[in-house]
Each structure stands twice: as C-alpha cells, then as structure tokens.
C-alpha cells in the first residue's frame, strides 16, 4: 500500500517562493511515475508537473520557467520549487504517484494548501 504525504504549503507573498515535497511509502518509488496536481474549490483539477522515474520532466504552460519538479529515488521524495508566485497559483497542490507499467491503482497525497498573497 502506497502513502504519500506532501509538505511545504504555506501563505507568500506573491513573487515569493515555496518548495512542496512529497515522500512516498511503500513501494519502490523507482517504479513510479510522480506528479503534482493543484485543485482551487469549485474547479477542475490542474496536472501542473510529471517527472518519471527516468527523470523527465513535463509541465503546465502557465508553471514552466516557475516551477521545477524533481525526485530522489534514495529519499523516495518528489520536489516542486516554485518561484514567482502568483496569486492565481493558490490551490491546494496535490502528489500523485502512478506506475510506470500504468498496472495497478494509481494513489494521492492529502494535499498542501498554497496562498499567495497579492
């Protein structure tokens, strides 16, 4: 059984920086593919950035050049530092973990709440 707990959400200011972070229990964490997601009440869920377990990177148009997400296979942790924060970036962001042979259940964090203030 897979967990995976996220941290780092805060209130910044906007232009202001924060680094969430998500460690995953339980399975190899080679084996799967990470991504961050943000959700704001009433709206539909954003994928904002993947990383694999080969360390590819994909993001959303409106995070790249902002945000970088990263993993530590060692630390069974995924990164996603993000800079210049904007109001309309405020969510709570969310870590999800699917395997690479897309087999089995794919799994979510709890979340961590980003405020930017303007």
């Known amino acids: 059984q897979v967990q995976l707990l996220e941290s780092g959400g805060g209130l910044v200011q906007a232009g202001g920086s924060l680094r969430l972070s998500c460690i995953f229990y339980?399975?190899?964490?080679?084996?799967?593919?990470m991504e961050w997601h943000r959700q704001v009440p009433g709206k539909q869920s954003e994928l904002v950035a993947t990383?694999?377990?080969?360390?590819?990177?994909t993001y959303a148009d409106s995070v790249q050049g902002r945000f970088t997400i990263s993993r530590d296979n060692a630390k069974s942790t995924v990164y996603l530092p993000m800079n210049s924060l904007k109001p309309e970036y405020s969510a709570v962001y969310y870590c999800?973990?699917?395997?690479?042979?897309?087999?089995?259940?794919?799994?979510w964090g709890r979340g961590t709440k980003v405020t930017v203030a303007s």
């Open positions: 339980g399975s190899p964490f080679a084996m799967y593919v």
């Open positions: 990383v694999t377990p080969g360390s590819s990177t």
């Open positions: 999800h973990a699917s395997h690479l042979s897309r087999a089995g259940p794919d799994y």
